[in-house]
Nanobody, 126 residues
Framework: QVQLAESGGGLVKVGESLRLSCTGT?????????MAWFRQARGREREGVAA????????YVQGSVMGGFTTSSDNAKNTIYLQINSLKPKETGIYYC??????????????????WGGGTQVTVSS
């Protein structure tokens, strides 16, 4: 079992920044899992935002959301981060982190991930 907990969301104004964190716990060090960030706006499908490989050696942001997004990891803390700068109203949604307990390759494909956090709400007001 893997438990994931996101934090760092909130209500911000256009142009402000947030750093989301996701910490994994479980019977195996979460640092060995591929992990990713997804977001879901109201009425829309969940979309991949960024991913980090199990080793932390590979990290990328999905091309469709590039701009103010960067992702990183701290394997010693079993934590991944999503830094979002210059937030826009269209980036409002629930941000989820996910872990792939079966592999280590970074991906933003929803079907790859078998563990999910409960999400953290990001609301950008104009």
């Amino acid at each position: 079992q893997v438990q994931l907990a996101e934090s760092g969301g909130g209500l911000v104004k256009v142009g402000e920044s947030l750093r989301l964190s996701c910490t994994g716990t479980g019977r195996r060090a979460a640092s060995t899992y591929a992990m990713a960030w997804f977001r879901q706006a109201r009425g829309r499908e969940r979309e991949g935002v960024a991913a980090v490989s199990g080793s932390g050696g590979s990290a990328y942001v999905q091309g469709s959301v590039m701009g103010g997004f960067t992702t990183s990891s701290d394997n010693a803390k079993n934590t991944i981060y999503l830094q979002i700068n210059s937030l826009k109203p269209k980036e409002t949604g629930i941000y989820y982190c996910a872990a792939d307990s079966r592999g280590t390759l970074a991906s933003t494909r929803v079907i790859q991930y078998d563990y999910w956090g409960g999400g953290t709400q990001v609301t950008v007001s104009s």
